[in-house]
């Protein structure tokens, strides 16, 4: 038994020794471990419950929007902006208030709200924004500022979408003969899309092409 007991006493003052040496860098370790473990868990409840209120106040846009409820869809397009501007829930309230404010005939209004979607948006959100803003630029005969929007870099499944509405901008420009490049490209690209079901799309495309009239 005192063998035991010695060889006990030898690990117990090894341990000590150990422990003077490392013991301050194995608890900071732990510490910052668990700090990191907590930090973790807070971010992810965090996280949820950003989504949880964004997708609660989108719920209410949607709403306002059946209703035609202008104000109050931009009331909560706003909110979402303001509190939440980095979820989806944001940028796509952006999306429908400014079909809002354009069907409305508000376009400075919907200008806005779609910069904001083309400023913050990712991903294919951000595609639509830019779209629809070149689409309510073109409305307002600021050409140069739709083209700067559709030559900005997209997903390729956008591309016969951009090339089309390019196409428009340019035949509002009197520019016939860019006009029909554009469409053209455009026709090429949606080959895919049509495929899928895209011939109705296709076709207005061909009419477009074909009010230009044949190059010269």
Known sequence: MAHYDLEEQEQIDTLKTWWKMYGNLVT???VAASIGVIGWQGWNWHQRSQAGQASAIYGVLEQAAAMRDGQKVKSAAGELAEKFGGTTYAWLGALVAARQSFDAGDLKTAKAQLTWAADNAKDEVKDLARLRLAAVLLDEKAYDEALKQLEAGHAAAFDARFLELKGDVLAAQG?????????????????????????AGRELLRQKLDNLGEAA
Request: no cysteine; hydrophobic share 40%; net charge positive.
């Open 28 to 30: 900071g370790v732990v």
């Open 175 to 199: 520019k016939a003969p860019e006009a029909r490049a554009a469409y053209k490209a455009a026709l090429d690209k949606g080959e895919a899309r049509t495929a899928r079901g895209g011939g």
